[in-house]
């Protein structure tokens, strides 16, 4: 990543990426391998298991939920590292509250309690859910 400069055409981030994966469950782990693999030594190991987790929480809902390709953007600041998951669902997720014992449901609790912000934008093609990780600025 170089952060020396933001380019104007990626409307204020530094740099951008964007990886397709097909819906299957093996789509989880290498979407989350990718945006680490990525990210390499940007920001701290704290951060980058965060967004390893708040990925696989993402893809997970459009593998299982939505069951459609799903594209991952990752994009990058100077102190913001931005994850956008796309689907073709224009419906919007809604937050549960599972019971104790449900083996899932939890995945927005999960974005909410660990991501800075997150969001959703929804396209005539479906939708993007996407969150934000601040970032201690890179040190010269």
Avoid: Y
């Avoid at 990210?39 to 299982?64: F, K, M, Q, Y």
């Avoid at 913001?80 to 899932?104: F, L, M, N």
Wanted: proline share 5%.
């Amino acid at each position: 990543w170089s952060s020396d400069v933001c380019s104007s055409d990626l409307k204020g981030w530094c740099a951008a990426v964007e990886w397709s994966f097909p819906p299957t469950t093996a789509s989880i782990a290498s979407a989350r391998n990718a945006v680490s693999d990525q990210l390499g030594r940007r920001t701290g190991t704290t951060t980058v298991e965060d967004i390893r987790l708040l990925v696989s929480e993402l893809v997970t809902n459009a593998v299982v939920h939505v069951g459609s390709t799903c594209t991952v953007t990752l994009r990058t600041s100077d102190t913001v590292i931005r994850v956008e998951v796309g689907d073709g669902c224009r419906q919007i997720p809604v937050r549960r509250h599972p019971a104790p014992g449900e083996a899932s449901g939890r995945g927005l609790l999960i974005i909410e309690t660990v991501a800075d912000r997150w969001g959703v934008e929804v396209g005539e093609a479906g939708k993007t859910v996407w969150f934000e990780m601040d970032t201690p600025p890179a040190r010269s």
